[in-house]
């Protein structure tokens, strides 16, 4: 069973616009992570922030973590063409090692 | 993906038959993941390890699933006898800590008739 439930389910915007997409999950957490799923590939690593953090940065990425409503996060900003991809969330609970995947945000970006 | 080396990359087979998927992960890891990635079910954890010692098995689907380690270098998702519900892209992720990010394979896809 999944974790974390993102919103929206797909997202369809022009180049140069921002992107944001939302992840809520269920149990308290150690961390979350994003990840970026090209077509056919598998999921890379975009950023990792943990339970004690509100915000932080990544080249055109910022993520938000709200424990209080367990909800995070992802903005994209001057989205590109090649930022086409579904984005996931995933959680880890409490402390143990293993990490739960949210149901995905399907990004496209149109020239 | 260069991190972590799946095969095969892509698997067709008949109902009833053995299916053994590979992962070889590149060294300075010490967790091994398998999860299994549908349309209706999304990313599934199956199974992990730590430091090769299988610790959490509990999404393994059925008795036909199986998975091994025997090494830090090497990992295998068997299953037998496949069925067409099976059909799905099984990734092998690899992980250093708990506050990293996993390395994910290119996964396998596997289709049964």
């Known amino acids: 069973s999944q974790q974390g439930e993102e919103d929206p389910q797909a997202l369809s915007i022009q180049e140069g616009e921002n992107a944001t997409m939302n992840c809520s999950y269920k149990t308290s957490i150690n961390n979350l992570q994003w990840y970026r799923q090209n077509s056919g590939r598998g999921l890379v690593h975009l950023i990792l922030?943990?339970?004690?953090?509100r915000e932080k940065h990544s080249g055109r990425l910022r993520v938000t973590l709200d424990t209080s409503k367990k909800s995070s996060s992802l903005l994209i900003t001057a989205s590109r063409a090649a930022d086409t991809a579904s984005y996931f969330c995933a959680t880890v609970p409490g402390t143990a090692s293993k990490l739960t995947f949210g149901t995905g945000t399907r990004l496209q970006v149109t020239l | 993906d260069a991190g972590v080396i799946q095969s095969p990359r892509h698997e067709v087979t008949e109902m009833g038959q053995e299916v053994t998927l590979r992962c070889k992960p590149i060294?300075?890891?010490?967790?091994l993941f398998w999860y299994r990635q549908t349309m209706m079910r999304g990313l599934e954890l199956l199974i992990y390890?730590?430091?090769?010692?299988?610790?959490?098995d509990s999404g393994m689907p059925e008795d036909r699933f199986s998975a091994k380690m025997p090494n830090a270098s090497f990992s295998t998702l068997k299953i037998q006898p496949s069925e067409p519900r099976d059909s799905a892209v099984y990734f092998c992720a690899i992980g250093t800590g708990l506050n990293y990010g996993y390395t994910f394979g290119s996964g396998t896809r596997l289709t049964v008739v």
């Open positions: 922030i943990r339970s004690n953090e």
């Open positions: 390890f730590n430091n090769n010692v299988p610790i959490d």
């Open positions: 060294s300075g890891h010490n967790s």
